[in-house]
């Protein structure tokens, strides 16, 4: 998730790539305590609730802080 380049890659690098991202992704939920994984679904919960207005409700959410690269 965190390495990323703009080169051109072949299929297998770029399926390779999304495969370690997920298991990275996958790892660090599992590694997560429930009070994280509970703050972060209370953050998406509030993002998707506080637009009534459908042009607002596409916005960027970070990532949570259980899977930031280290």
Do not use: G
């Not at 790539?17 to 429930?34: C, D, V, W, Y």
């Not at 509970?38 to 949570?64: F, G, L, N, T």
Request: with cysteine; charged share 30%.
């Amino acid at each position: 998730m965190c390495s990323s380049s703009h080169s051109k890659s072949s299929y297998a690098e770029i399926m390779q790539l999304k495969h370690a991202n997920r298991e990275q992704l996958i790892r660090a939920i599992r590694e997560a305590t429930t009070e994280d994984l509970e703050a972060s679904a209370q953050s998406i919960k509030d993002v998707m609730r506080s637009s009534q207005d459908p042009s607002q409700r596409r916005q960027r959410i970070a990532p949570p802080a259980f899977s930031k690269c280290d």
